[in-house]
């Protein structure tokens, strides 16, 4: 039987698939950014077409790699959550841009349903918040301005990136998997509860365009002989925050995650007990095996690795991303300077699509290294507001696994940990989330009995950074913070 797993890691910038050994060694890489498209302020959109198509070359490169498609055993699939396609059923064609989860566009529109009086029992419903993130009414415009969709009737499919990815695939199989089906504002999230009339009504999206919702771990078809040169299985599927939290053996309740990508987002396992908050995080599914659901309390933060890349790309400070890093240990302090990166608008727990970026604290004094430091020094502010939050729900961090492009950077590691006053532990092996999708592929193709079986099996080791700042010192740059974020928020 064929033991190596394929795992196609479908992110906000780049395409990636990664090929994995049984136990979770990883054998190889092939990686293809995508472009972003910014029609106008606060929009955020990709070409679906390109994505298939890079998708398409790095698994072919990785299938080869393996030495044919007879020896994968199955492919993992874990992708950007909120993102949405619109495509053709009759040819998987896209008929218009995808909306990225960043998009704003519905701020508005979502606003309106607030004043309403509708998020308290959205919140039930779903676990979510009405925010201009989630997928629901990012379809829900779609429909009602982009002409193409409604002129292509019954051949309009709406999916997720993975679900999408899967249709293509397979070449037909219309199916999402049940953590981001939660992520849509369109799901009942209790139980085995399945797209929810009313959130569909409320959001003005038919649910005959939605696809099936199925289990992670299940065997949702396999993929077009004629692609690979073969039929492999694709058995594994999860948003990436999901595969994250799965990745780094937080399945247990109070076991917590953080992953620093494009934006940072923190789940807390809860176990098969669906949680509920008071301070606006947010109730997901962490994974379902078969039927059974279990779930996760969950910050986010919206900007994160993509503050590095804006001030590598768009003001030209860095030459590169890593150069963050040694920028921020060459000055003593931060000098005064903050940078709150609401360049989407703020997340949890404070929701201000609104929202603009600050940087604050300049003199003459000020380098281009204080930025720096203060970009990074960003993340760990904006993981205490949720730590913060998170106690107040009453699920306070023991410590904290951090994974994503960004918990390579040893400074970071070692700030959140200064910050939160916690181990931050983070695996050798970084990429949590495509390992986490081959642990869910391995099971479902039933090379483990289970996930947590998989989970002991094919996490590897790690790292502990342990907290070393002064009391004073953290007390004073979070005053600095709560000054620079209150002017933001009262803006």
């Not at 890079?54 to 790699?65: F, G, Q, S």
């Not at 939290?245 to 494009?262: D, N, R, S, V, Y």
């Not at 003001?315 to 360049?343: K, M, Q, T």
């Amino acid at each position: 039987m064929p033991e190596n797993i394929i795992v196609i890691d479908e992110g906000t910038t780049s395409t990636r698939t990664m090929l994995f050994a049984a136990d979770g060694t990883p054998l190889g890489s092939a990686q293809r950014e995508f472009r972003q498209h910014y029609p106008g302020p606060g929009l955020v959109e990709h070409d679906a077409e390109e994505i298939w198509q890079a998708t398409l070359a790095c698994t072919r490169t990785m299938i080869d790699k393996a030495g044919g498609a007879d020896r994968i055993a199955a492919i993992g699939i874990t992708n950007q959550r909120e993102t949405v396609v619109f495509w053709d059923r009759a040819t998987g064609a896209p008929l218009a841009r995808a909306i990225v989860w960043q998009d704003r566009r519905t701020a508005a529109a979502c606003a309106a349903l607030k004043e309403a009086g509708h998020e308290a029992t959205v919140q039930e419903r779903s676990g979510l918040l009405l925010d201009p993130y989630f997928s629901g009414s990012k379809i829900g415009w779609a429909l009602e301005n982009w002409p193409q969709l409604r002129e292509a009737g019954d051949r309009l499919a709406v999916g997720t990136i993975e679900s999408y990815l899967v249709f293509r695939l397979t070449s037909g199989v219309h199916v999402s998997d049940a953590t981001n089906a939660s992520r849509t504002l369109l799901m009942t999230i209790d139980g085995a509860g399945g797209w929810d009339a009313g959130l569909c009504d409320l959001l003005g999206v038919p649910m005959g365009l939605l696809p099936e919702i199925a289990g992670c771990t299940t065997r949702v078809g396999a993929t077009d002989p004629a692609l690979f040169g073969g039929a492999i299985p694709i058995c594994g599927m999860a948003g990436d925050q999901q595969a994250a939290t799965i990745g780094q053996a937080c399945l247990a309740p109070g076991q917590t995650k953080a992953t620093f990508g494009t934006g940072a987002f923190i789940l807390s396992a809860s176990g098969e007990t669906r949680p509920h908050s008071a301070n606006r995080l947010l109730a997901t599914v962490l994974v379902q095996e078969g039927d059974r659901r279990s779930y996760a309390l969950e910050g986010s933060v919206f900007v994160a690795g993509s503050l590095i890349q804006w001030l590598r790309d768009g003001l030209g400070l860095l030459a590169s991303a890593g150069e963050s890093e040694g920028l921020a240990r060459s000055v003593s302090d931060n000098g005064g300077v903050y940078l709150v990166p609401a360049l989407s608008g703020l997340g949890a727990p404070h929701w201000r699509p609104d929202a603009l970026a600050a940087l604050s604290g300049l003199s003459f004094a000020s380098s281009k290294a204080h930025v720096a430091r203060a970009a990074l020094e960003a993340q760990a502010y904006q993981a205490h507001d949720l730590k913060t939050a998170f106690a107040a729900d009453g699920v306070d961090w023991a410590d904290l696994r951090i994974d994503g492009g960004m918990a390579a950077n040893n400074w970071m590691a070692q700030d959140l940990a200064d910050m939160l006053g916690l181990v931050v532990e983070r695996p050798d092996f970084v990429e949590s989330t495509a390992l986490g999708a081959a642990m869910l592929a391995a099971t479902g193709a039933g090379l483990y009995p289970n996930l947590a079986e998989a989970a002991r099996t094919m996490r590897g080791r790690t790292t502990r950074f342990t907290p070393a700042l002064d009391a004073q010192k953290r007390e004073a740059r979070l005053a600095g913070w709560q000054s620079a974020l209150a002017k933001i928020l009262t803006a």
